[in-house]
């Protein structure tokens, strides 16, 4: 049969990126402008300097994707792109600009959830085997969903406050370590002891399906002002480490609940805080004792990219979800 191309994009926060993908499946180009390095200066991403960022740089990079796939726009299948939760001025760049090039070309249109997305980065250069159980931990995100044949989600559960990614990154500022601090506490928590600092674990003992981060980032906060007013020295290293420790031991449980929950034995771990090598162990250790299957996005695809927009757009197109171009960027959104 012929290969279908999908070309993806997204713009939700602070990655412009554009990839025609094959099947849902197949990379054939990825094309990704990061503004990582601006906003670092102001410890955040800033959504002002984000939009026009986006608009700066996202023809260039649609038109890259499709010169290194070696393909025009009508030889595509399809056109899909993020259109939300996000930042509503960045989402709406990707949106203007895949609805202009699905309007020229006539091509089906594919609006994407940007979580749906995440999950669909399983599945590149891997095999995608739905029904899944989906823990989707991102900057933006801490969320448990199921996700079936027809590439329909069902949420189980999700943080009632922080995102794991942004308690990564608000931990790191503490620190005083770079945006996005992600990376930069993974690396760090290697070196130290996790045992070093007691912190908390919310939800740990509950059936509930839900996490709270924001605790644990205050815990934090709290126990380096009081190691500050007694002179007392905290290795960062530590910090990291017992601070990785708490949020990969609440990860890992509510995981290993919404499994026995659902009887699903399938897992997949997406969104940029997949990329942590802590938590890639950790579940593997939990897939061995729990006879569980687990799936990660290798680790380029984890961070937002416009592949897994393509083969969501693919899983989509496949299951006869076609969109319209009348449809809007939303900041929330829900599945
Ligand atoms: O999925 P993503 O690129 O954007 C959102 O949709 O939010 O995720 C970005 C988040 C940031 O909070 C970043 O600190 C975190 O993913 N992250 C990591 C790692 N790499 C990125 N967190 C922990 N360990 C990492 N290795
Ligand atoms: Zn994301």
């Not at 794991?164 to 620190?175: I, N, P, Q, S, T």
């Not at 601070?243 to 034995?265: H, I, M, N």
Request: with cysteine.
């Amino acid at each position: 049969m012929k290969e279908r191309l999908m070309l993806g994009i997204e713009t939700s926060c602070d990655e412009t990126s554009a990839a025609v993908v094959a099947d849902g499946q197949s990379v054939r180009s990825l094309v990704t402008y990061s503004q990582i390095a601006i906003h670092q200066a102001f410890g955040g991403v800033v959504p002002e300097v984000a939009s026009r960022q986006h608009v700066a740089v996202i023809t260039r990079t649609v038109e890259q994707a499709l010169t290194e796939a070696n393909v025009q726009l009508s030889q595509l299948d399809g056109i899909a792109v993020t259109c939300g939760p996000g930042l509503l001025g960045a989402l709406l760049v990707g949106l203007s600009a895949a609805k202009g090039y699905a309007l020229v070309s006539g091509l089906p249109f594919f609006p994407v959830h940007h979580i749906a997305g995440h999950v669909a980065a399983a599945g590149l250069e891997a095999q995608w085997r739905p029904p899944m159980l989906c823990l989707v931990v991102s900057g933006g995100h801490t969320e448990l969903l199921v996700v079936d044949e027809n590439f329909r989600f069902q949420r189980l559960g999700g943080t009632v406050d922080d995102a794991a990614g942004e308690a990564y990154d608000k931990v790191a500022r503490l620190c005083g370590l770079n945006y996005p601090g992600g990376p930069e506490i993974d690396k760090l928590a290697a070196q130290g002891n996790p045992d070093a600092l007691d912190l908390p674990r919310s939800f740990l003992d509950s059936e509930e399906l839900s996490f709270s981060f924001s605790g644990l980032k205050s815990a934090v906060a709290n126990r380096l002002e009081k190691a500050r007013r007694n002179h007392e020295y905290l290795p960062v290293e530590d910090i990291c480490a017992s601070f990785q420790q708490a949020v990969l031991d609440v990860l890992v449980t509510k995981t290993s609940q919404a499994a026995k929950k659902t009887g699903l034995r399938r897992i997949v771990v997406a969104g940029g805080v997949a990329a942590n090598r802590g938590l890639r162990q950790a579940m593997t250790q939990l897939a061995c004792r729990a006879d569980l299957e687990i799936f990660f996005p290798n680790p380029v695809y984890c961070t937002d990219n416009g592949a897994m927009i393509a083969a969501a757009g693919s899983h989509m197109m496949k299951a006869g979800r076609h969109g319209t171009l009348d449809v809007n960027a939303y900041a929330n959104l829900s599945f």
